[in-house]
């Protein structure tokens, strides 16, 4: 079974940094794109940074400029670099992606997948 592990969450003080990952289990799963997003308490989850299949990204306006999505040297494995952390960035970072995993030689399955989430928390 295809998933998404996350690892890289903690407590960090305002301006500080943390290093987000994220890795697909399967290597024959293709994906279309890895994405990041959060959920901070008693609101909905946004989308905070994407990297396509040719590693375009894009993000939320609000990291932009202090948030770094990139592809791993191992395969269907992003980071997600966070400098100058604020404490509204505090929230689950869940990982996220859609593709298409081999069934046999003729035969694709869409898959969408979702970590389990990894609590980062920005305070002094």
């Known amino acids: 079974q295809v998933q998404l592990v996350e690892s890289g969450g903690g407590l960090v003080q305002p301006g500080g940094s943390l290093r987000l990952s994220c890795a697909v289990s399967?290597?024959?799963?293709?994906?279309?794109?890895i994405d990041w997003y959060r959920q901070a308490p008693g609101k909905q989850r946004d989308l905070v940074a994407t990297?396509?299949?040719?590693?375009?990204?894009d993000y939320a306006e609000s990291v932009k400029g202090r948030f770094t999505i990139s592809r791993a040297a191992a395969k269907n494995t992003v980071n997600l670099q966070m400098n100058s952390l604020k404490p509204e960035d505090t929230a689950v970072y869940y990982c996220?992606?859609?593709?298409?995993?081999?069934?046999?030689?003729?035969?694709?399955?869409?898959?969408?997948?979702w970590g389990q989430g990894t609590l980062v928390t920005v305070s002094s």
């Open positions: 399967s290597s024959i799963f293709s994906p279309y794109a």
């Open positions: 990297i396509n299949l040719n590693n375009i990204t």
């Open positions: 996220h992606t859609e593709g298409l995993e081999p069934v046999d030689a003729n035969t694709d399955r869409y898959l969408e997948l």
